[in-house]
């Protein structure tokens, strides 16, 4: 009787397969993570802009000042009332913004010195359509571009790459 060979392939070559595949998958899974991340990024500071450029064109439209300024975790807006500044919680596109996936928003005077979270109104947005020059950097530790978003006082937006600080 003569020998007989079985073809096909042995659970160790299978499982070295298995295993090189998955390593190349994770490789690939992490190299998109951080490119979708960035595009997140970018997306985000264009949502920053149109809510500035919102914010302006509210104060035109309800005849008092707005403002934003920083805070801990984000910014929020806030509104000029009888009893002095208070923040808008309840406009679901003015409400306080938070990050809390590493993102961190730093607003910029117009020296390039960042602004505190403090309980002074901030930047403001007059009724007739002007602002002080303001400039808010965003950048996340996993991402290496950072975003910014500059205004200037007639309320002309522009997003911009940056420089991490």
């Given amino acids: 009787m003569g020998q007989r060979w079985q073809r096909g392939f042995t659970l160790l070559e299978i499982l070295i397969v298995v295993a090189l595949i998955a390593m190349l998958a994770g490789a690939a899974s992490l190299t998109l ?5 960035d595009e ?4 985000e500071a264009k949502h920053v802009a149109a809510l500035l450029g919102l914010a302006t064109e509210e104060a035109v439209l309800r005849g ?5 300024r920083p805070t801990d ?6 509104e000029l ?6 923040v808008i919680e309840r406009d679901p596109l003015l409400r306080p913004r938070h990050y809390s996936d590493g993102t961190r928003v730093t607003f910029l005077d117009p020296a390039g010195a960042p602004r505190r979270a403090g ?16 400039l808010v950097t965003l950048q996340h530790p996993a991402v290496a571009q950072a975003w910014r978003v500059r205004a200037d006082a007639a309320g002309r937006l522009e997003v911009e790459a940056a420089e991490r600080f």
Avoid: I, K, T
Avoid at 40 to 43: F, G, P, Q, Y
């Fill in 33 to 37: 993570g951080n490119a979708g991340r």
């Fill in 40 to 43: 997140r990024l970018h997306a």
């Fill in 64 to 68: 008092r000042p707005l403002a934003v």
């Fill in 73 to 78: 975790a984000g910014f929020e807006f806030l």
């Fill in 81 to 86: 009332r009888s009893e002095g500044w208070r």
């Fill in 119 to 134: 309980r002074d109104p901030g930047v403001v947005f007059a009724p007739n359509g002007l602002g002080a020059p303001l």
